[in-house]
């Protein structure tokens, strides 16, 4: 019924925290945040799961806007499609599909961070093993909603690690065909302690 999230060696699960004020934690012990509180992403919308562009897109969108309007300085910013798809440090935050297989990772999050600076990041979802759905779609069988593995992910790639309450959306697994399209006061209480309080700068 669960599934892995995120694959990585150096995830944040690993670490041990002596006293356990908070849920949620950061990407890792440095705490990297983004230095203007606004992060620019693309999407090649391209995938196996026969999901047309519009609804990738408006999942994504949705998946990264659930994170700007929850009170913290902290927003995404949508700035097209594109056809990269690979993990690689181009200069650009990538969103896109692969036909491959990371173990039980559903999707990952590849960060690029210098101490506590967030430089960049690529987002893979993983098709050899799983299947996506629009949100406006009938989830069924080995699949999930990409509205919900973005939250997560894009989570990842604002500085949150894993947390350890089983219902906020930066819990390390994921229920199949998970419908929800917002965060949980666990998760909000995470982005708002990076960024503080307030509104996002917005796109510029
Ligand atoms: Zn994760």
């Known amino acids: 019924m669960y599934k892995k999230l995120f694959g990585f060696a150096f995830v944040v699960c690993f670490l041990a925290y002596s ?5 949620w934690r950061p990407l890792s012990t440095s705490r990297p945040t983004w230095p203007d509180g ?5 999407v090649n919308p391209a995938n196996d799961s026969g999901v047309p562009d519009d609804a990738v897109i408006e999942s994504m969108v949705g998946g990264t806007d659930a994170w700007g309007y929850v009170g913290a300085g902290f927003n995404f910013c949508y700035q097209g499609t594109t056809t990269r798809r690979t993990i690689a440090r181009d200069g650009f935050n990538d969103v896109f599909f692969r036909n491959e297989t990371m173990g039980g990772a ?7 961070t210098q101490g506590g600076t967030y430089r960049e990041f690529d987002i893979k979802f993983f098709e050899g093993s799983f299947q996506f759905f629009g949100i406006s779609d009938a989830c069924s069988g080995n699949g999930f909603y990409i509205w919900y593995i973005a939250m997560h992910e894009f989570g990842h790639g604002l500085g949150l690690g894993h ?3 089983t219902n906020a959306v930066m819990y390390a697994s994921a229920r199949r065909c998970d ?3 917002e965060l949980e006061s666990d998760d909000v209480d995470g982005v ?3 960024y503080g309080p307030g509104d996002g700068p917005g796109c510029f």
């Open 19 to 23: 006293a356990d004020l908070y849920a």
């Open 106 to 112: 559903i999707a990952a999050t590849y960060p690029w």
């Open 179 to 181: 419908s929800r399209v």
């Open 163 to 165: 947390s350890q309450f």
């Open 38 to 42: 606004t992060v620019p992403f693309y």
């Open 192 to 194: 708002v302690a990076l």
